[in-house]
């Protein structure tokens, strides 16, 4: 597609469901991240893709988030047993490989956990 | 461990006067830095880029930053604001060992007066 597009943009879920934040990057672009920004703060590093493989998963928070990419293009993250503090904007962002390219970044998915 | 600081929550300039957007960073090897923008309801874009070479570095919009080692800074700056400048800026770091993580800092928000 033209640009990153996540869906839904908009989630709201009671404490303790389960959650999938789904990402489509740019065709083409094997580099794949998740972030998680919060009110006020800069975008939070949670995982980085390179084609299928996790390579970077230092910035998930706890075992209760995961991410996959299991064809190398489409993303999906995955969130259990939801927690209110998990309450954030969800962005995806891709780029045609790591190093110093430019991310392009989704709208973003936004989480409320009620 | 690398980190991105901006010390300022907000910097407020009339139109037609020159604007500074403060940023410093920490990283272990050599970093890769980028200025992002935010307009409201909007998605991350990317505006500039240093990765080597010259200090000055020149991007979109009429944008421009310094990258300066020795006091470890890369300050955006335009010689005269207008008022559709007004948004949230965040500075990126990108360290060349570990180039899948950007850290982003808190993020300016900029406002221009007419």
């Known amino acids: 597609g033209a640009g990153v597009s996540q869906t839904p943009s908009n989630k709201v879920t009671e404490k303790g469901k389960y959650v999938e934040l789904r990402c489509d990057p740019i065709?083409?672009?094997?580099?794949l991240y998740w972030y998680r920004q919060s009110l006020g703060q800069g975008p939070e590093f949670l995982i980085y893709f390179q084609g299928t493989g996790a390579a970077d998963d230092s910035g998930l928070p706890n075992d209760r988030f995961f991410a996959v990419r299991p064809e190398g293009s489409v993303s999906t993250l995955k969130i259990q047993r939801t927690e209110r503090g998990d309450s954030a904007v969800y962005l995806c962002?891709?780029?045609?490989?790591?190093?110093?390219?430019?991310?392009?970044f989704g709208a973003g998915s936004r989480l409320t956990v009620l | 461990a690398q980190s991105v600081a901006q010390p300022e929550d907000q910097v407020n300039v009339a139109e037609g006067n020159p604007l500074t957007v403060k940023c410093t960073y920490s990283?272990?090897?050599?970093?890769?830095l980028f200025w992002y923008v935010q307009y409201p309801n909007r998605g991350l874009q990317f505006l500039l880029k240093y990765i080597t070479g010259d200090n000055l570095v020149k991007g979109s919009y009429g944008f421009e930053a310094e990258f300066n080692k020795s006091q470890t800074s890369f300050h955006l700056k335009k010689p005269s604001a207008l008022v559709s400048d007004s948004a949230l800026y965040f500075c990126?770091?990108?360290?060349?060992?570990?180039?899948?993580?950007?850290?982003f800092g808190d993020g300016t928000t900029l406002t221009v007066k007419p």
């Open positions: 065709s083409g672009h094997t580099a």
């Open positions: 962002a891709s780029s045609p490989g790591a190093g110093a390219n430019v991310l392009t």
């Open positions: 990283v272990s090897g050599n970093p890769y």
């Open positions: 990126a770091v990108r360290d060349n060992t570990n180039a899948g993580k950007s850290t």
